[in-house]
C-alpha cells in the first residue's frame, strides 16, 4: 500500500502505481502527456484539446462541470484526477467509489510545481517531473528577468459576458498578471466576481483590459462595448490558455506573455 495526500490534504491510498487513469481536468490532461503518462490515459473530458489528438483516442466521458459516471465506471480506472476550481466537489463520493479521486487546488506557480512533483511520484515519472519543474523554473527566471524594469500597468481581465465577470483575487489567472506586472484593478474581490462595466472607471480605469479566449467567446461588440466605459484603455484577445492553464503549459505561456508585452509596448 501507498498512501499520499492531494493539495486538499485528503488522504488517496493506492494499492499499486496507477494504470488506467482518468483526467477531468484539461490541463492536467496535457500535464499527463507530458510526464510519459498518454499511454496509461483512459478517459478524457470534451475540453482536453492538447494534445489534440486525443479526442479520437480516448473515451470522452463527458465535461467538467458534468461527467458521465457510467462511462467512467466502465472504463475501469484505477485513478481519478480532479481540480477544485473546474470540477464540482459534488463528484467526489460517485467518483471515490469508482477508484481514488485526486484533487488538486492549484492558486499560485508553486502550487503547480507542487502538483507536477506529487504526480511524478505518484505515476512513477519523478525523472520526467524534476525535468519539467527545472525547464519551467529555469524559465521563469528568463521572464522575470525580461519583466524587471516593465512599467506596472492596471488590468481587468474578463472571463465572461452579459453578465460581464472578471478574474479577481485567490486565482491562478490573478497569479499570472501579478508576473506580468498587470495591477489587476479587481484584486479587492475575490474569486470571478460579477461586475458594472459603466464602474470600470471607479474601479480602477484600467490601462489595458484583457479579454479571455476561454470559457467565453469574446468579440468586436464586446471590446467596443466595455471600451466606452474607459479613458484610454487598450483591448487585447488573450489566450485563456495561456493565464489559466497551470501544469506544463507554463512553458509555452512565458513565452506567450513576452510577446504579449512586445505587442502592448507599441501601443503606449
Known amino acids: 500500500m501507498k498512501y499520499f495526500k492531494d493539495q486538499l490534504g485528503r488522504e488517496i491510498t493506492l494499492k ?6 482518468i483526467s477531468l481536468v484539461p490541463s492536467q490532461t496535457e500535464l499527463l502527456c507530458d510526464l510519459a503518462l498518454e499511454n496509461e490515459l483512459v478517459g478524457i473530458t470534451k475540453f482536453c ?7 479520437s483516442t480516448k473515451k470522452i466521458v463527458g465535461g467538467t462541470k458534468k461527467v458521465d ?3 467512467i465506471r466502465a472504463l475501469k480506472p484505477d485513478f481519478i484526477l480532479c481540480n477544485k476550481e473546474e470540477n464540482s466537489y459534488e463528484f467526489l463520493p460517485e467518483l471515490e467509489k469508482i477508484a481514488p479521486t485526486y484533487f488538486s487546488d492549484i492558486i499560485t506557480l508553486q502550487h503547480s510545481i507542487d502538483l507536477i512533483l506529487r504526480l511524478g511520484t505518484i505515476f512513477n515519472r519523478r525523472t520526467e517531473a524534476d525535468n519539467l519543474a527545472h525547464k519551467i523554473d529555469f524559465k521563469l527566471k528568463d521572464f522575470k528577468q525580461f519583466i524587471k524594469n516593465k512599467p506596472i500597468r492596471k488590468v481587468a481581465y474578463f472571463i465572461w459576458g452579459k453578465p460581464y465577470m472578471v478574474a479577481a483575487n485567490e486565482t491562478y489567472i490573478n497569479e499570472m498578471l501579478a508576473l506580468n506586472k498587470f495591477e489587476n484593478i479587481y484584486s479587492n474581490m475575490s474569486r470571478y466576481p460579477k461586475v ?15 479579454l479571455s479566449s476561454e470559457p467565453f467567446p469574446f468579440k468586436d461588440e464586446h471590446a467596443l462595448e466595455i471600451g466606452t466605459y474607459t479613458n484610454r484603455s487598450i ?20 513565452d506567450y506573455f513576452k510577446e504579449l508585452h512586445k505587442k502592448l509596448e507599441s501601443h503606449f
Open 49 to 55: 484539446v492538447h494534445p489534440y489528438h486525443l479526442k
Open 16 to 21: 499499486s502505481t496507477p494504470k488506467k487513469i
Open 196 to 210: 458594472e462595466i459603466n464602474r470600470i472607471r471607479h474601479e480602477g480605469d484600467p490601462d489595458v483590459i484583457i
Open 69 to 71: 459516471f457510467e462511462k
Open 235 to 254: 483591448t487585447v484577445f488573450g489566450d485563456g490558455e495561456m493565464f489559466s492553464w497551470p501544469g506544463s503549459r507554463t512553458l509555452l505561456a512565458l
